[in-house]
């Protein structure tokens, strides 16, 4: 049974550049939710998708962040330009309706020179 | 704004010593609560999950409690293995709809 499945796993790319993270998650979860990790500040909500339908994005720290989710099988997470401050692991996870756990996939270990 | 602490930040201990590690949380009205363990370079795995109704959760080794008037939360590791050895998370959400809160983590070692 896949888990929810994360690409790149890692991606180091210069200052300026467009990032794109992606993301499957595990089939027939209704969410989906985008988090930043670093050693600061811990695991950091950036955004979350119920039904495929953007509901929080308050944490999305800047508008040089953007997510979407075209379907029920895909999410994005794109930052344009991006900055060093930007380097972390990014992670996204699912969950099913209810009330049941959250699954994470391996997350993109994202590196901005 | 819901706040989540653990402590310690690191343990460290010999093989088959019982531990346990802390949670506590600033908002009570919590709806439930999850103990994740994360692996160096991986996503997180839930270990328990803890209705807000539900005073314990039980999987092999691991004994998850929750006390939701206090604030707390603890993970007791029974007979600790090297193979436990990682970062375990606590994380809160306070309805069906909110995502979760996560607190730090605590990083156990368990030395052979």
């Known amino acids: 049974d896949a888990g929810v499945i994360q690409s790149p796993r890692h991606e180091v790319t210069e200052m300026g550049q467009e990032v794109t993270l992606r993301c499957k998650p595990i089939?027939?979860?209704?969410?989906l939710f985008w988090y930043r990790q670093t050693m600061m500040r811990g695991l950091e909500l950036l955004i979350y998708f119920n039904n495929n339908v953007p509901i929080d994005d308050s944490g999305m720290p800047e508008d040089r962040f953007s997510a979407k989710m075209p379907n029920a099988s895909f999410s994005t997470l794109k930052i344009q330009p991006s900055e060093p401050r930007d380097s972390a692991v990014y992670f996204c996870?699912?969950?099913?309706?209810?009330?049941?756990?959250?699954?994470f996939g391996d997350g993109t270990r994202l590196s901005i020179l | 704004k819901q706040e989540v602490t653990q402590i310690p930040a690191a343990l460290s201990v010999p093989e088959g010593e019982n531990l346990v590690l802390n949670c506590s949380f600033t908002?009570?009205?919590?709806?439930?609560l999850q103990w994740f363990r994360q692996d160096p370079g991986k996503g997180l795995t839930s270990l328990l999950l803890i209705q807000s109704s539900q005073r314990e959760q039980t999987s092999g080794r691991l004994n998850a409690s929750l006390d939701k008037s206090s604030g707390r939360s603890t993970l007791y590791i029974a007979a600790s293995q090297p193979g436990d050895s990682a970062t375990y998370l606590c994380a809160v959400t306070s309805s069906g709809n909110t995502p979760l809160v996560f607190g730090k983590g605590t990083r156990l070692s368990v030395i052979a």
């Open positions: 908002d009570s009205a919590i709806y439930n």
């Open positions: 996870a699912s969950r099913g309706q209810g009330m049941g756990p959250q699954h």
């Open positions: 089939s027939g979860h209704d969410y």
